[in-house]
């Protein structure tokens, strides 16, 4: 199935094309964020990718509330403000409560539900009311089809802008898994589905700056696999220095990697959905 489009700024997801939601992890300086979004820019207008920055200005899910979390709404929604401005990027963001929800709709190009906060009905409302594309994260605990539960909540408001991103599924108690399966099943809803690989690599529970908490050499083969099972992107959060990141620093990719990522993940897709040459 071809999803339908969905128009995120000034780029268009969906469609058959193959687009890249990415970023570091939290909003950091923002120098750092100016960096980033030009240097992954730059490598999706040769390859002709759409690209939608992603940074968190608040990360409210952290293993202890002593690691850094972000400069915070205000703070982090400026800086995101200003790549859109001097970068001419659309931005990404996740949001956790309903009273932030105003205030990120008006900066961001797209609002996030985040995965462990799919059920929650009144911030589901709130981020569907903004009017702007939602990209939904689907829940570890979810099987694939329960990412109805959020999108009928989403689009009992009339807003049918929607994205879906796997993460992956919470196995045990110390483990996530991916099944290719589930992208199959998430794209039976007719909505562009992205594949968030770094989240999947992170091992949870562990945290952010231990050099054991994430399989960073996952990201290549499992990427790859999921661009062969059929996504319309990538969720993929990058660094230019990974250990010194101040969140997740051992899941994401290095930011001199994300090329060759692309390129690899653009050939399977073309090939997977004939658009190879394109």
Same mark, same amino acid.
């Given at each position: 199935?071809?999803?339908?489009?969905?128009?995120?700024?000034?780029?268009?997801?969906?469609?058959?094309?193959?687009?890249?939601?990415?970023?570091?992890?939290?909003?950091?300086? #923002?120098?750092?964020?100016?960096?980033?979004?030009?240097?992954?820019?730059?490598?999706?207008?040769?390859?002709?990718?759409?690209?939608?920055?992603?940074?968190?200005?608040?990360?409210?899910?952290?293993?202890?509330?002593?690691?850094?979390?972000?400069?915070?709404?205000?703070?982090?929604?400026?800086?995101?403000?200003?790549?859109?401005?001097?970068?001419?990027?659309?931005?990404?963001?996740?949001?956790?409560?309903?009273?932030?929800?105003?205030?990120?709709? #008006?900066?961001?190009?797209?609002?996030?539900?985040?995965?462990?906060?799919?059920?929650?009905?009144?911030?589901?409302?709130?981020?569907?009311?903004?009017?702007?594309?939602?990209?939904?994260?689907?829940?570890?605990?979810?099987?694939?089809?329960?990412?109805?539960?959020?999108?009928?909540?989403?689009?009992?408001?009339?807003?049918?802008?929607?994205?879906?991103?796997?993460?992956?599924?919470?196995?045990?108690?110390?483990?996530?898994?991916?099944?290719?399966?589930?992208?199959?099943?998430?794209?039976?809803?007719?909505?562009?589905?992205?594949?968030?690989?770094?989240?999947?690599?992170?091992?949870?529970?562990?945290?952010?700056?231990?050099?054991?908490?994430?399989?960073?050499?996952?990201?290549?083969?499992?990427?790859?696999?999921?661009?062969?099972?059929?996504?319309?992107?990538?969720?993929?959060?990058?660094?230019? #220095?990974?250990?010194?990141?101040?969140?997740?620093?051992?899941?994401?990719?290095?930011?001199?990697?994300?090329? #060759?990522?692309?390129?690899?993940?653009?050939?399977?897709?073309?090939?997977?959905?004939?658009?190879?040459?394109?």
């Amino acid at each position: 199935m071809r999803a339908k489009t969905v128009k995120i700024g000034d780029v268009t997801v969906g469609g058959g094309a193959f687009a890249l939601i990415g970023g570091p992890c939290v909003v950091e300086t #923002e120098e750092l964020a100016l960096e980033t979004a030009r240097h992954a820019a730059g490598i999706c207008r040769e390859l002709g990718i759409p690209y939608i920055y992603k940074s968190s200005y608040l990360k409210d899910n952290r293993s202890s509330h002593e690691t850094y979390q972000g400069p915070g709404l205000e703070k982090g929604l400026a800086v995101l403000a200003r790549v859109r401005e001097e970068v001419g990027v659309p931005v990404l963001s996740d949001v956790h409560t309903p009273a932030e929800a105003a205030a990120a709709g #008006e900066v961001l190009d797209c609002l996030q539900l985040p995965a462990y906060l799919s059920k929650q009905t009144q911030l589901t409302l709130a981020l569907a009311a903004q009017g702007k594309p939602i990209n939904v994260k689907k829940a570890q605990f979810f099987k694939p089809e329960q990412v109805a539960i959020p999108l009928k909540k989403i689009e009992s408001t009339g807003n049918r802008h929607i994205l879906i991103t796997e993460r992956g599924t919470a196995f045990g108690y110390g483990d996530i898994v991916f099944d290719p399966r589930s992208l199959v099943a998430l794209r039976g809803f007719g909505y562009p589905v992205f594949f968030d690989v770094t989240h999947v690599v992170r091992i949870p529970g562990a945290m952010s700056e231990d050099p054991a908490g994430g399989l960073r050499d996952f990201i290549f083969p499992l990427a790859r696999a999921a661009c062969g099972a059929g996504v319309d992107g990538l969720f993929l959060e990058f660094h230019p #220095e990974p250990e010194r990141a101040l969140c997740d620093a051992a899941s994401m990719l290095p930011m001199d990697r994300l090329r #060759e990522l692309l390129t690899q993940c653009l050939e399977i897709h073309g090939f997977v959905t004939g658009r190879r040459g394109d």
